[in-house]
């Protein structure tokens, strides 16, 4: 099991900026790729960013030059820096941590980010 907690979120102004963080403690595989996902209402959960163990990321279009994704292997936290942030990106943002080797993904609670005027 991988236990995920996550910080940050709130409300902030449209073009504003958030950083968001993800800790994974439990049993963390080397092989990991750990992401952000978000869900507005009425949507679906869609990919933010991710970022493998081996820092490669990827990004939905939607965000790109706008949120960074990071992570730091020695505290197995997963970063997002949100800037210009717009109204759209609205949502519940989700942190993921999947598992490579055994094929399995745990999941957070989930943070609010409201960007509204």
């Known amino acids: 099991q991988v236990q995920l907690v996550e910080s940050g979120g709130g409300l902030v102004q449209p073009g504003g900026s958030l950083g968001l963080s993800c800790g994974a403690s439990g049993r963390i595989s080397r092989l990991n790729v750990m992401g952000w996902y978000r869900q507005a209402p009425g949507k679906q959960r869609e990919l933010v960013a991710s970022i493998t163990s081996g820092t490669r990321t990827n990004y939905a279009d939607s965000v790109k030059g706008r949120f960074t994704i990071s992570r730091d292997n020695a505290k197995n936290t997963v970063y997002l820096q949100m800037n210009s942030l717009k109204p759209e990106d609205t949502a519940v943002y989700y942190c993921?941590?999947?598992?490579?080797?055994?094929?399995?993904?745990?999941w957070g609670q989930g943070t609010q980010v409201t960007v509204s005027s």
């Open positions: 993921r941590f999947h598992d490579v080797l055994r094929a399995v993904n745990f």
